[in-house]
């Protein structure tokens, strides 16, 4: 805190002529610069709240392979974000994709900071913040995005071959996606509206994820012979608490951040509204699991949480903080019917990342409206199937192609085993099986 003080102090000793646009101008760019850079390191920080609920979620014989896949996906996003993904995002091309802007090469003169525009990167010239201040900031979402597709897939996927479908969901699918939102693309010039990411982030990782699930099929033993469901238990619900908790501070980077500017107004609402949001989910999905499951499922109430600030995602800025409120909790009843309901479709999930992500990503676009007055229920029903339809589709061929080439599913063995043993050589518990010995 004290350190922040004084970096702030400084800013202010460097700009002392209050009068001069100049000064005023160039210290807005400082304050803002920070504020994006501070809620960009929150949600890099969510990575590890990823992991926490995976690996929580999921069995002890399983949890290395889970961390090891939550720590490498954003050096491998960052790599690809960095050569082609934000080019494609975010530089000047058609309404499809960007063209220009590899590598980070082009220029971007903000017309915000009073320059002319000659830059590639046209569509996020709004924000005067430096360049490289927002492509790490858009790195930090194209990683989220990835993180999702690891706890659809969890427990039965090869290492490698998830390794390869993150590079090509960072560097191709999530940009092109982006792009026609964020980038200036055909559903920006038909009014899609989403502020933060329940769709270009959320449910485009919760849709390539659905496509990795149908091709692997279902964990052995989650089904029995007659197909009813059985349950497989996580292996540490602490691991997962604590996971929850770092996801929920991380969204106050989200969600705020996405400003790109220190407006002290828009961070104090979207804050609240966010915090409300999460609060609402918790408590609706809780609820509904002790009434209809008979217990208050702990798994639930974190999903709940999660659902809640998906949901809220794509428009905090708008709401009410009782329109907030309202937007979290129907996020929270969603998820919990979802994640009943994708289970007897045999559609094994083992965090339940498709129904957080993907289904109560629908429910937060579709929300928009509600509240504001610039967005269109059309427009944003087409933005959902269009989005869906793309990254599905995309990466369906994609999995079948690895499939095809590589495998994508251990063996039944292994399987039994672990993943933990059988892709990475070690475990999360050794004791336990010298203990066993």
């Given at each position: 805190?004290?350190?922040?003080?004084?970096?702030?102090?400084g800013?202010?000793l460097?700009?002392?002529?209050?009068?001069?646009?100049?000064?005023?101008?160039?210290l807005?760019?400082?304050?803002?610069?920070?504020?994006?850079?501070?809620?960009?390191?929150?949600?890099?920080?969510?990575?590890?709240?990823?992991?926490?609920?995976?690996?929580?979620?999921?069995?002890?014989?399983?949890?290395?392979?889970?961390?090891?896949?939550n720590?490498?996906?954003?050096?491998?996003?960052?790599?690809?974000?960095?050569?082609v993904?934000f080019?494609i995002?975010?530089g000047?091309?058609?309404?499809?994709?960007?063209?220009?802007?590899?590598f980070l090469?082009?220029?971007?003169?903000?017309?915000?900071v009073?320059d002319?525009?000659?830059?590639?990167?046209?569509?996020?010239?709004?924000?005067?913040?430096p360049l490289?201040?927002k492509?790490?900031f858009?790195?930090?979402f194209?990683?989220?995005a990835a993180?999702?597709?690891?706890?659809?897939?969890?427990?039965?996927?090869?290492?490698?071959?998830?390794?390869?479908?993150?590079?090509?969901?960072?560097?191709?699918?999530?940009?092109?996606?982006?792009?026609?939102?964020?980038?200036g693309?055909?559903?920006a010039?038909l009014?899609f509206?989403?502020?933060?990411?329940?769709t270009v982030v959320?449910?485009?990782?919760?849709?390539?994820g659905?496509?990795?699930?149908?091709?692997?099929?279902p964990?052995?033993g989650?089904?029995?012979?007659s197909?009813?469901?059985?349950?497989?238990?996580?292996?540490?619900?602490?691991?997962?608490?604590l996971?929850?908790l770092?996801?929920?501070?991380?969204?106050?980077?989200?969600?705020?951040?996405?400003?790109?500017?220190a407006?002290?107004?828009?961070?104090a609402?979207?804050?609240?509204?966010?915090?409300?949001?999460?609060?609402?989910?918790l408590?609706?999905?809780?609820?509904?699991?002790?009434i209809?499951?008979?217990?208050?499922?702990?798994?639930?109430?974190?999903?709940?949480?999660?659902a809640?600030?998906?949901?809220?995602t794509?428009?905090?800025?708008?709401?009410?903080?009782?329109?907030?409120?309202?937007i979290?909790?129907?996020?929270?009843?969603?998820?919990?019917?979802s994640?009943?309901?994708?289970?007897?479709?045999?559609?094994?999930?083992?965090?339940?990342?498709?129904?957080?992500?993907g289904?109560?990503?629908?429910?937060?676009?579709?929300?928009?409206?509600?509240?504001?007055?610039?967005?269109?229920?059309?427009?944003?029903i087409?933005?959902?199937?269009?989005?869906?339809?793309?990254?599905?589709?995309?990466?369906?061929?994609?999995?079948?192609?690895?499939?095809a080439?590589?495998?994508?599913?251990?063996?039944?063995e292994?399987?039994?085993?672990?993943v933990?043993?059988?892709?990475?050589?070690?475990?999360?518990?050794?004791?336990f099986?010298?203990?066993?010995k």
């Amino acid at each position: 805190m004290r350190g922040t003080l004084r970096l702030l102090f400084g800013l202010l000793l460097c700009c002392p002529a209050w009068a001069d646009g100049g000064a005023e101008a160039d210290l807005k760019v400082a304050a803002d610069t920070m504020w994006v850079l501070i809620t960009a390191f929150l949600v890099f920080w969510m990575n590890a709240g990823f992991g926490c609920v995976e690996a929580g979620f999921c069995r002890a014989k399983n949890a290395v392979n889970i961390l090891g896949k939550n720590f490498v996906v954003f050096a491998l996003s960052s790599i690809a974000f960095w050569i082609v993904g934000f080019a494609i995002m975010f530089g000047d091309g058609n309404s499809f994709m960007g063209l220009t802007g590899w590598f980070l090469e082009g220029t971007d003169n903000s017309p915000v900071v009073g320059d002319a525009y000659k830059g590639v990167y046209s569509s996020i010239a709004w924000t005067g913040v430096p360049l490289l201040a927002k492509f790490f900031f858009q790195l930090v979402f194209a990683g989220t995005a990835a993180t999702i597709v690891s706890g659809c897939v969890a427990e039965r996927i090869h290492y490698r071959a998830y390794m390869i479908f993150t590079l090509v969901l960072v560097g191709l699918f999530y940009p092109i996606s982006g792009h026609w939102i964020w980038g200036g693309g055909w559903l920006a010039d038909l009014g899609f509206w989403d502020f933060a990411g329940s769709t270009v982030v959320h449910s485009v990782g919760g849709w390539a994820g659905l496509a990795g699930i149908i091709l692997l099929g279902p964990r052995l033993g989650k089904y029995n012979p007659s197909g009813a469901v059985q349950p497989i238990p996580g292996h540490s619900m602490a691991l997962a608490f604590l996971g929850g908790l770092i996801l929920w501070l991380g969204w106050f980077g989200f969600n705020p951040g996405s400003t790109m500017a220190a407006d002290p107004g828009a961070i104090a609402h979207i804050v609240v509204t966010t915090n409300l949001a999460c609060t609402a989910g918790l408590l609706a999905a809780t609820v509904v699991a002790w009434i209809w499951l008979g217990k208050p499922d702990f798994g639930m109430t974190i999903n709940g949480a999660l659902a809640g600030l998906v949901a809220i995602t794509a428009d905090p800025l708008s709401p009410s903080a009782l329109g907030a409120a309202f937007i979290g909790a129907i996020g929270g009843l969603i998820v919990v019917v979802s994640i009943v309901s994708l289970d007897k479709l045999k559609l094994d999930d083992p965090v339940g990342a498709i129904s957080v992500h993907g289904v109560v990503g629908i429910w937060g676009v579709l929300a928009v409206p509600l509240s504001n007055d610039g967005a269109s229920f059309g427009a944003q029903i087409i933005g959902i199937a269009g989005i869906f339809a793309w990254v599905f589709l995309a990466s369906l061929v994609v999995w079948l192609i690895l499939k095809a080439v590589m495998g994508i599913r251990v063996s039944e063995e292994e399987e039994y085993e672990g993943v933990d043993l059988a892709e990475c050589g070690l475990e999360a518990y050794p004791e336990f099986s010298v203990a066993k010995k």
